[in-house]
């Protein structure tokens, strides 16, 4: 198989999860949700490059870290569907991997967003 083969099969599986990602994740549909406000306000607001930046980073930050946490639930789920309180951490740190990258992309958010209010107010 040559290279360029490969390369290209690699991308669909990479799309592949990103597709499973969606479909099965409760959470990615918020990410989604999510992502086409701050967008939507990133437009209205009229965000500089730097400001864009800062938000594509979180954007991506967030759904890599919930694809993440979710490669680690299913590993985790097919080892043993029994009480092991090693698998129990391993998921409580998966999920806290979102959770802290969602509080810094809230964080993000309001630094960008919360100067920019006042604008949209006084039209």
Known sequence: MSYLNKRK??????????????????HAKLHIIATILVVTAGFIFKICAWEWVAVTICIGGVFMAEAFNSAIERLADKITKENDPLIGEAK????????????????TALIIFLPKLPTLINK
């Open 92 to 107: 409580d740190l998966g999920a806290a991997a979102v959770l802290l990258f969602a509080i810094a992309t809230l964080i």
């Open 9 to 26: 099969k690699a991308f669909g599986y990479a799309f592949k999860g990103i597709a499973g990602l969606v479909k099965k994740e409760a």
